[in-house]
């Protein structure tokens, strides 16, 4: 069976580190994608990847490109075109500027990439996926965002620390939008089955769910620009379950049609992912305090898919 090919669209940090993991854990032959005026930056990148790949062992190839028909039917497009935050900017503050990158990335993966799972990385996430979606028409189960790994990733390692156990038994998720108003669900989050208040106090739970919230600020903060190890990790993980078909159980920027009292639009919730893209969107109980963090989250991602709307044509 050939291998299978996995375009990245942008060449910057965090395409160079997707690119890292995608050859390295041997999912398939990587295209490195960016604008023509970046085309030998990210030829560079593949180059210097290629050869680091020669320790690892593993068999694909990356290429660097600035040519859309190098990523001719790729079977996943991971997209992280775009600016990134600088201190002091919300992701919100980026539509303006990340809207028509992300419009020019949608004429060309429908007309080069029809089949392709599609995760969307670029801020904000939830307009931004919404609107590559819409944009290109391809089916909602095939178009998906990557946040909630990500902001669950952070969640669980500040649990695990404060709780002084393996980050491997923490079980937690964060639902909504991907921005300050996210929800870290506390009812659901155990250590292997066992209630987390059982490890942490509340005022302490309070401070992780704040901190969690701003995880991604804080990072802008200190390195002056956004993550990309921990965004690319988590990307990967849902890459690889569709490449995989592992049917994972993630939470990830879906395309909802009423669930969660949200209508045509994405939010973060948790989904199966296997070799039908987004398999399935799981509906859970929620608190009336959850529900309400819901509502409001929810509010947030329309205010920004309304501003995306009006630009639309
Ligand atoms: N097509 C392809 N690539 C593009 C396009 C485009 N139309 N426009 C910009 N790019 C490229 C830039 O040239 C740059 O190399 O996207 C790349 C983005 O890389 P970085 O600036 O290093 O940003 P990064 O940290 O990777 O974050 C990218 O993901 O998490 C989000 O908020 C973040 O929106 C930002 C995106």
Not at 107 to 118: E, R
Request: hydrophobic letters at 45%; proline letters at 4%; aromatic letters at 6%.
């Amino acid at each position: 069976m050939a291998r299978k090919k996995i375009s990245l669209i942008g060449a910057g940090n965090i395409g160079g580190e997707l690119a890292n993991l995608a050859l390295t854990k041997q999912l398939g032959d990587v295209v490195l994608f960016d604008i023509p005026a970046k085309e030998n930056f990210a030829k560079g990148k593949a180059l210097d990847l290629e050869q680091a790949s020669t320790q690892s062992g593993s068999d694909g190839s990356v290429i660097g490109s600035g040519n859309w028909e190098d990523c001719k039917d790729s079977d996943v497009l991971i997209i992280t075109a775009g600016i990134p935050r600088k201190p002091g900017q919300s992701r919100d503050d980026l539509v303006g500027m990340n809207v028509p990158i992300i419009r020019d990335v949608a004429d060309n993966a429908k007309k080069h990439c029809p089949n392709a799972f599609v995760i969307v990385i670029s801020n904000p996430l939830d307009a931004m996926v919404y609107e590559f979606q819409r944009r290109t028409g391809f089916p909602a189960n095939k178009v998906c965002g990557m946040a909630g790994v990500l902001d669950s990733a952070r969640f669980s390692l500040f649990l695990a620390r404060e709780a002084g156990v393996s980050v491997k038994d923490v079980r937690a998720m964060v639902l909504g939008g991907h921005g300050d108003t996210m929800v870290p669900l506390l009812s659901y989050t155990t250590v292997n089955g066992i209630e987390i208040s059982k490890f942490i106090a509340k005022d302490k739970l309070d401070e992780i769910v704040a901190r969690t919230r701003k995880g991604g600020g804080e990072i802008v903060g200190l390195m002056g620009t956004s993550a990309y190890y921990a965004p690319a990790a988590a990307a990967i993980s849902m890459a690889a379950a569709y490449l995989n078909d592992e049917k994972r159980v993630l939470p990830a920027a879906a395309h909802l049609t009423g669930q969660y009292g949200c209508n045509g639009m994405y939010l973060g919730v948790p989904c199966v992912i296997g070799a039908g893209g987004v398999e399935k969107v799981i509906e859970l109980e929620l608190s009336p305090a959850e529900q309400d963090m819901m509502k409001t989250s929810l509010a947030a991602v329309q205010s920004v898919v309304d501003v995306v709307n009006k630009s639309a044509d």
